[in-house]
């Protein structure tokens, strides 16, 4: 734990105008992985220190109106974070992320446009949305930024 702490900290705070810093019980308790909840996984150097990490959450959705189906099963990417943000890396860990989703039987995974997403989307063949996430920072004083330098995701 103390080490994911450290060094999602570290990408968070390099990384973005707008972020949290995490203490080690945060990251126990928002980022320990819990069955059909929250999915974490660790990339180890080979000196056993952390490399990679990405998680994704459980947010499921009600099917009205279809005899076939009841639920969608949706996998949305929560954080991650690579060696030396390097961008085919993290497309490589993205695409793992996909394959455990599916592993546990995901229908389908989102991404929001926040961190380093819109490096990557397109690349890996992810589509827009119906509408555009919007970020309420209730009683904080922040100037309209990028998407793509705010480093939280809400859930």
Do not use: C
Not at 14 to 38: A, G, Q
Not at 69 to 81: E, G, L, S, T, V
Not at 91 to 119: C, P, S, W
Request: hydrophobic share 40%.
């Amino acid at each position: 734990m103390p080490a994911v702490t450290s060094a999602l900290n570290q990408h968070l705070t390099s990384n973005y105008k707008v972020h949290i810093e995490f203490t080690e019980d945060e990251v126990r308790h928002f980022l320990t992985p819990r069955e059909n909840v929250v999915f974490s996984y660790l990339v180890l150097k080979d000196d056993g220190s952390v490399g990679d990490f990405i998680s994704f959450y459980a947010l499921n959705s009600s099917v009205l109106q279809d005899p076939n189906h009841d639920k969608i099963f949706a996998a949305y990417a929560y954080y991650n974070f690579v060696e030396d943000n390097d961008e085919e890396r993290l497309k490589m860990l993205i695409k793992d992320a996909l394959i455990l989703a599916k592993r546990n039987d995901f229908d389908v995974f989102n991404m929001t446009e926040v961190l380093k997403h819109g490096l990557i989307q397109n690349d890996l063949m992810f589509k827009p949305g119906d509408g555009r996430l919007a970020h309420y920072l209730y009683n904080w004083r922040v100037k309209s930024i990028a998407s793509s330098d705010v480093g939280i995701v809400l859930v």
